[in-house]
């Protein structure tokens, strides 16, 4: 049965009572408005009195849309109007979205997408350090200007203030160390790279047009035979813990972190004693000799410790990722890097591939043949190590004085 609809006093406006619902000191109406377009008779409902709806308010809808067939122009429904009015509304809401994008800072890039979708996916003592560097060097500068606003000069100013010596001059904190720029430089361009990748703007990476500076920090640091026995001596002290077995055969085949890391039981030979080093960092896999020293620590793990198929694995028997945070304790301890300022001659793991190549090149080996073990995928980083055999530089120029 339909429901019972009264005339209002406006034209076109009629209205239905509520069954129990009072607004005030009467049931509560409900209206509708009635119309003519294309010679069809439109109901449509307009809504309730106790919502703020009222029957002037209601005739006047009717009125707009009498007009509005009558000129040809506007909305010609109380649906159309809706649509109309969400339409507007998304627009605006777009407009305003687009605008706040392309308002968005450098540091709420930082703190909406960088740090919680790129950063945190890296290892907690890189999450630490550049975490540290944009606290201390990259928000201060940039952090509050807008993303888009960021041009490549406003970059090379922070590297000049970062690395320009007249800080010094100002008071203020000496000059960082080239490879600390340089890292903060590569923070700056990960970030607006991964503002790129979430489509937040379409500028090209200002970082990517600002060079780096350019200046020797390989390590020329390496150990003397005293200081590597006497590193194996204080780790051997350790229990439970595989830093001195990981330190011998970095220090006797030179391997780097990663590709100890890596090294599974599969890869280890004990009757040709060679070690297979696979996918390493030059793309060329290789093999590493043992030394006597490296053949019995490995027997020894094997036969007492092998509960993984790495050969190194942290307490829980799972690969590791990162060199413990003992080994600089270590180095403290004993004092290797005391009164160093010159980050290069300071010790840390690498250290010990540096003195591995050192070693060989003071034994009067061969360049080619150090860069085959070193697994360098270009010679230029082997010369480095050429300086230390003078040997063969004396036997050189005594071919010169023979004649």
């Not at 100013?157 to 000496?174: M, Q, T, V, W």
């Amino acid at each position: 049965m339909g429901e019972k609809y009264f005339p209002s006093k406006y034209t076109g406006v009629r209205y239905r009572e509520h069954a129990s619902r009072r607004n005030g000191i009467r049931k509560d109406r409900y209206f509708m408005i009635r119309y003519k377009f294309d010679g069809k008779t439109k109901n449509e409902g307009f809504g309730w009195e106790s919502q703020g709806y009222t029957e002037l308010k209601a005739f006047e809808a009717v009125c707009a849309i009498k007009q509005n067939i009558k000129n040809g122009t506007g909305y010609k429904s109380l649906k159309e109007k809706y649509e109309l009015a969400n339409q507007e509304r998304k627009a605006k809401e777009a407009e305003e979205a687009a605008e706040k994008e392309r308002n968005i800072t450098f540091s709420e890039l930082w703190d909406n997408i960088y740090e919680p979708i790129y950063l945190s996916k890296k290892i907690q003592k890189t999450q630490v350090n550049e975490k540290s560097l944009y606290k201390k060097y990259i928000f201060p500068k940039i952090g509050a200007l807008k993303i888009y606003e960021i041009t490549p000069a406003d970059i090379e100013r922070l590297k000049d203030y970062l690395f320009s010596p007249a800080l010094r001059a100002n008071g203020e904190e000496k000059c960082l160390a080239p490879a600390t720029v340089n890292h903060i430089l590569d923070v700056i361009r990960q970030v607006f790279n991964s503002g790129i990748n979430a489509g937040k703007f379409l500028n090209t990476n200002p970082a990517s047009k600002v060079k780096r500076i350019k200046k020797d920090n390989r390590r020329i640091r390496f150990l003397s035979k005293e200081e590597i026995q006497e590193l194996l001596d204080t780790l051997a002290l350790m229990t439970n813990s595989p830093l001195h077995d990981i330190c011998l055969l970095s220090l006797d085949t030179g391997l780097r972190a990663n590709e100890i890391f890596s090294l599974e039981w599969m890869d280890v030979n004990f009757e040709t004693k060679t070690l297979s080093i696979r996918d390493p960092k030059g793309i060329i896999n290789r093999y590493a000799n043992m030394t006597n020293k490296v053949y019995e620590m490995l027997i020894q793990r094997k036969n007492t410790v092998a509960v993984s198929s790495y050969v190194f694995t942290n307490t829980k028997g799972e690969k590791i990722k990162e060199i413990s945070n003992q080994f600089d304790r270590v180095v403290a301890k004993l004092g290797f890097n005391d009164n160093i300022t010159d980050t290069r001659n300071k010790v840390v793991f690498h250290t010990l591939r540096h003195t591995f190549a050192s070693r060989l090149a003071m034994g009067g080996v061969d360049v080619y043949t150090i860069k085959e073990l070193m697994g360098h995928s270009d010679i230029k980083m082997t010369m480095r190590y050429m300086h230390l055999a003078p040997k063969k530089f004396q036997e050189a120029i005594s071919v010169i004085e023979a004649d």
